[in-house]
């Protein structure tokens, strides 16, 4: 039987911990014991470990033996905002993909309300993401930036590797790091199919995901002069939330 992963909260040497709410559910919910085993993520390697001391607040943990775990592909999605209901639905599957990062943008046609209220949206939206990490046992959970403007993010190029950061801070503005295949997701008759445009198998993609009504035409420009490629995810036109795990789930296969 495959056992429970938890994301260590707190990890020093051969010691590691949950705190907060993230004991309150191991003890209350899963009725942890003193001498069970699950495996625990210091965010770096996976362990074998073994509960020492529980209570609602903090739960402690031996590790032991490192567990095998495989690299994770190097995936980013410039996510355009969009309701959040949806957009935490996407947040959450494309987590459990195993995307590397996700970084929100306010888009032209981003509702303005969603756009005010986004910046406190964004500890749920890690805290979703830890939950999702852990359910798909993955070793770290991605990492969600504070949301930008399109403009803000700069094409130069594509991000590193998971456990190092991610995102380039200059002058108070993200940037991906050198190396990144940038794809902007459109709906033109004359873009390529993403399939297509990740053939070469690149080390790692970024993917733009548009709003509800799409990019508008100044945007595709601005992807244009900053070297993106437009691509296409097919004939019909999906919902933000339905493109963003599509997409999500092409790159992830490509990257593999």
Do not use: Y
Not at 73 to 79: G, N, Q, S
Not at 101 to 116: F, N, Y
Not at 125 to 139: D, G, N, V
Request: hydrophobic content about 45%.
């Amino acid at each position: 039987m495959t056992r429970r992963r938890w994301i260590a909260d707190e990890a020093n040497g051969n010691t590691a911990a949950l705190i907060g709410d993230h004991a309150l559910h191991l003890t209350r919910v899963l009725r942890a014991e003193i001498g069970q085993e699950f495996d625990i993520s210091t965010g770096s390697s996976v362990r074998r470990g073994t509960i020492t001391s529980v209570s609602d607040k903090r739960v402690e943990f031996a590790l032991g033996q490192e567990q095998s775990t495989a690299p994770a592909p190097d995936v980013t999605l410039a996510l355009a905002i969009f309701k959040f209901d949806r957009m935490e639905w996407a947040i959450e599957k494309c987590t459990e993909l195993g995307v590397a990062r996700m970084v929100p943008i306010v888009a032209h046609r981003t509702d303005s309300h969603l756009a005010s209220a986004a910046a406190k949206r964004r500890e749920r939206w890690q805290r979703l993401a830890l939950q999702a990490s852990e359910q798909s046992r993955r070793i770290a959970p991605p990492e969600i930036a504070a949301p930008i403007k399109l403009k803000d993010f700069r094409s130069a190029g594509a991000a590193p590797a998971v456990g190092q950061a991610s995102l380039r801070q200059a002058q108070g503005k993200l940037s991906p790091a050198p190396g990144n295949c940038q794809i902007v997701l459109a709906e033109s008759v004359n873009d390529i199919p993403l399939r297509d445009a990740l053939a070469d198998r690149p080390p790692a993609v970024t993917l733009a995901i548009g709003p509800e009504g799409g990019w508008t035409a100044d945007e595709l420009q601005w992807f244009r002069d900053s070297g993106w490629t437009a691509a296409s995810l097919g004939d019909t036109i999906l919902r933000a939330e339905t493109a963003a795990i599509v997409a999500t789930a092409l790159a992830l296969d490509a990257l593999r």
